[in-house]
């Protein structure tokens, strides 16, 4: 492993009215702040899958038309002084594993009640990596690439486009957000809403309170599945979909404004038909809230 590092020196400490200001906050936690920022370049891995954990911080990844990784990381830490803010900063490490199936990066940050530190990361690499991607606390971005994706964030959102390859996203606490996606989707929120637009292929997306919208433009062969207890379901098919629709709602209006054949309707909020000439199903559920087709 193959591994190039440049760190920029740490900015110098301000003077005058803004240090005035932080000798006034001395001692208190979290007062002091510094920052430095440092790049990494290293050699793609042979097994082709590289595997990120972020514990604190953002994360950005961009599959670019590149033989390497280039991982850009800013560094934050904060402590009751100066000192001890330094002292963090150096004490926070981007570690790499090499494993059979490729490489392992993992973001240490020492964890004190006093202190708290992070790291930013910008991540750029082939196109053609097998990615798997998780942050405990920040927001996490995928773009560019050709080949199977996992993102999550236990409190942060999550953002996928420009990918062809199977994805699998999830957040505790956030948004989803995926868009000019191809392959088999599946999206998981608890407590945020889901946007999908521009997808080719098949989608299972399901969250606990919120909305979930997507666009297709092309319906994979296991179909649609989307399912929310507390909150709206916006679905948006191509004009020539061939489709079994399945539609029910427990307290909530159907809005569909595609001609289906073979339409039944039953007691408690339900739709079931076809669309074209029937093929992969479309199965949406909400408990509270209304659902449209277009």
């Not at 290293?42 to 082709?48: E, L, R, S, V, Y």
């Not at 000192?83 to 240490?108: N, S, Y």
């Not at 297709?216 to 379901?233: C, D, F, K, P, Y």
Request: overall charge neutral; some cysteine; glycine content about 10%.
């Amino acid at each position: 492993m193959s591994l190039r590092r440049h760190i920029d020196p740490e900015c110098p400490d301000e003077r005058g009215f803004t240090g005035f200001l932080r000798s006034l906050l001395k001692g208190i936690p979290w007062s002091e702040r510094v920052e430095s920022k440092e790049t990494i370049q290293i050699d793609a891995p042979i097994g082709g899958t590289f595997r990120i954990h972020n514990s604190n911080g953002r994360t950005r990844i961009t599959g670019e038309d590149r033989s390497d990784i280039e991982v850009m990381s800013l560094k934050t830490a904060r402590a009751e002084t100066e000192e001890a803010a330094t002292e963090l900063l150096e004490e926070i490490r981007l570690v790499f594993h090499e494993t059979p199936e490729g490489l392992d990066l993992e973001v240490d940050v020492p964890r004190k009640w006093n202190r708290r530190g992070s790291a930013n990361l910008c991540v750029r690499l082939p196109r053609s990596m097998i990615l798997a991607v998780a942050a405990a606390n920040g927001r996490v971005d995928v773009s560019g690439i050709r080949g199977p994706v996992k993102a999550r964030s236990t409190n942060g959102s999550v953002s996928v486009s420009d990918v062809v390859g199977d994805v699998e996203v999830a957040t505790s606490n956030a948004k989803v957000s995926c868009s000019c996606t191809c392959g088999r989707l599946l999206a998981r929120s608890s407590n945020g809403k889901i946007e999908i637009d521009q997808h080719r292929g098949s989608i299972d997306a399901s969250t606990s309170n919120g909305l979930i919208r997507a666009a297709l433009e092309e319906v994979g062969q296991n179909g649609v599945h989307l399912a929310t207890s507390n909150g709206r379901i916006v679905l948006d098919l191509p004009e020539d979909t061939d489709a079994d629709v399945d539609i029910r709602v427990d307290n909530g209006v159907i809005r569909n404004d595609r001609p289906l054949r073979k339409t039944t309707r039953e007691t408690g909020g339900r739709v079931v038909g076809r669309l074209g000439s029937g093929g992969p199903q479309i199965k949406l559920r909400t408990s509270n809230g209304s659902i449209s087709l277009h």
